[in-house]
Nanobody
């Protein structure tokens, strides 16, 4: 298990940008697959992006070419750079850790508390 703390959420106008950060505890951060998910109240948690131990990435179609996931193994931090934001990107964003490359939230064993992103039109 690993402890995760997200930051960087907020209110932004459509077309704007935000960068989310997720700080992780533990020495084995570099071996984890890290993912970002989002959830709107009353809906299921939705996969956004994931990055593996070698830097390989995978994105949901809805955010491809707008969002970029990256990580810093020295700082034990994973980032989500969000550009060209749309009102439909409004959600609580969560980072999570897994042991395998997957988009299935049930296979992520550690979760942060979430950070709210609101995009106004």
């Amino acid at each position: 298990q690993v402890q995760l703390v997200e930051s960087g959420g907020g209110l932004v106008q459509a077309g704007g940008s935000l960068r989310l950060s997720c700080a992780a505890s533990g020495r084995t951060f570099s071996t984890y697959v890290m993912g970002w998910f989002r959830q709107v109240s009353g809906k299921e948690r939705e996969f956004v992006a994931t990055i593996n131990w070698s830097g390989g990435t995978y994105y949901a179609d809805s955010v491809k070419d707008r969002f970029t996931i990256s990580k810093d193994n020295v700082k034990n931090t994973v980032y989500l750079q969000m550009n060209s934001l749309k009102p439909e990107d409004t959600a609580v964003y969560y980072c999570a850790a897994a042991s395998v490359m997957t988009t299935d939230p049930d296979r992520f064993h550690s979760w942060g508390q979430g950070t709210q992103v609101t995009v106004s039109s």
